[in-house]
Every structure is written in C-alpha cells, then in structure tokens.
C-alpha cells in the first residue's frame, strides 16, 4: 500500500478570548480528524491580551498542535512562568532577547513539521530583522524537514508579500499572515510550492471591532482617552483560518483554502 504523503495542516488566526476559544473548540470537536496538523494563533485567546497557562492547557485539550503568538505574547505575566515548559507555545523568533523557542519542530503521523513564528516591522515596534533570524531557522529545520510553516505578524501587506516571496526561495512551504484580524483573499501558491495567505484573519465575536465589544473600541477612538478593551460577547463568532496541503517528502505546498465560518455559540 502506498503510503499517504500529503500533509493537511489547518491554522486559525488570532483567537480572540473565549469566544473564539470556543469557537474552533466546537469546530475542532467536528472536523479534527480531518486535519494532520493543527495551529492557531493564541496571542489574543485570554481575554484579548495574551496566554494564561490555564488557557494553553484548555487549547491543547481541543487538539491544537502548535500555538504561534505575536506582540501581545507577554500580555499576561504568569507567561513567564510556563513559556520554557510549553512545548506547543512559540513566541515571535525575533525578538532579541527573549523567553521562549521562536520555532520548533513537530511529528506528525505523516513526518516532521517545523513552524516558525515572526514579527513584521513596519508599523510596528523595531524588533530584530526577521530576515536574518528566519535564515537561520529554516537553515536549522531544513536539517530534519523540508515542511516549514511560517506564522508572519505583522500590519503591511506589502511587507508580508515580500518576505513571503523571499522566504520561498529558501524553500518554506507555507506563509500566512496574522495580526490585523481580517481576512485577505489573495491565497495563492507561490513559485509552485509555498501557500501564501496575507492574513488569516480571526476566531472570535463577529459583533465586534477585530474581536473588541464595540462601545470599548469607539470610546477609545473618539477621546484617544485610555480605556480597558472589553472583549466582545454577542454569542455569535466567526472562524477564520485557512487550510494548507503539503507533500512531506518535497515540502511544497499543493492546495490552500480558506475558512471563513460563521456560527452561534
């Protein structure tokens, strides 16, 4: 019997408190056997600003593999409590001194995946380039796999594309965007081999401003006044995220395709 060389990774953007930790836990309940590899973006799932460790266990309960992060990993202080014993958690690789793995690789029943999580730096804070610090990394995985996901956080589209371009002449499989909480629709297989995404978009309350309640959101936009973000809370949710076929011998991608689901929790 030939042996089944396809990996199907589905990834979630940023899960936004509970209710968009709900929500791809009810999907997952349906739909995991479906998938060989499961990541999200959990920089957002606890309570809009970062990782409790309570909720990273509660996530690896639902089936997630990997949780990649961004800006707002270190939101929540007991991060630094657990970060070096959650073997699921990846925070930006780029920043210069830091807790944490910035990428890590994982079995799966069909072989190895490596998955590397980046900041962008163009309307964002200056962090180390993640061109050279991604260099490194896919140098590194490339020694075990030839499967390398690439979480890319980051505010321009045009920064995306161009590492997304960049990278794939390294040979990564995968490049999908994170941190604006919209879904692009531009997927697209880039030079044959890397699926590209330029934002996966979010899981969480669809009445909302990018997962915020909304009177949290237009008070803070109108005064420029600080104020606690509420999370939003209608019941009803989105799912946002995208599903990516790899063969794991050549480690080019072969088919992507978005999710965007709506459903009442």
């Known amino acids: 019997m030939e042996k089944d060389t396809k990996l199907k990774i589905v990834f979630f953007g940023d ?19 479906d998938f060989d590899f499961v990541i999200a973006n959990v920089e957002n799932a606890s309570h809009g600003f970062g990782l409790t460790e309570k909720n990273y266990n509660e996530l690896s309960e639902y089936g997630i593999d990997c949780m990649t992060s961004g800006n707002h990993i270190w939101d929540k202080k007991d991060i630094f409590d657990y970060i070096d014993k959650a073997e699921k958690l990846i925070r930006p690789a780029n920043y210069p001194e830091a807790a944490g793995k910035g990428y890590r690789i994982f079995e799966t029943s069909k072989g190895k995946i490596g998955v590397i999580n980046l900041l962008g730096r163009t309307f964002m804070p200056v962090f180390d380039s993640p061109r050279y610090v991604a260099e490194n990394a896919i140098e590194e995985i490339k020694k075990e796999t030839n499967v390398i996901f690439v979480d890319f956080h980051a505010e321009a589209t045009a920064e995306k594309m161009c590492y997304a371009k960049y990278f794939s002449s390294l040979g990564i499989s995968a490049f999908v965007g994170t941190h604006t909480h919209v879904q692009t629709a531009d997927e697209m297989i880039i030079d044959e081999k890397t699926a590209y995404l330029s934002d996966a978009g979010f899981c969480g309350d669809t009445e909302s401003i990018i997962g915020m309640d909304y009177e949290s959101s237009i008070k803070h936009m109108l005064t420029m006044m600080p104020c606690r973000f509420e999370v939003a809370n209608s019941g009803n949710t989105c799912i946002n995220g995208v599903v990516i076929t790899v063969d794991v011998f050549t480690g080019n991608a072969e088919d992507i395709e978005r999710i965007n689901l709506k459903k009442t929790l």
């Open 15 to 33: 899960l936004v408190g509970k209710a968009g930790r709900y929500a791809v836990r009810d999907f997952l309940a349906e739909k995991s056997s």
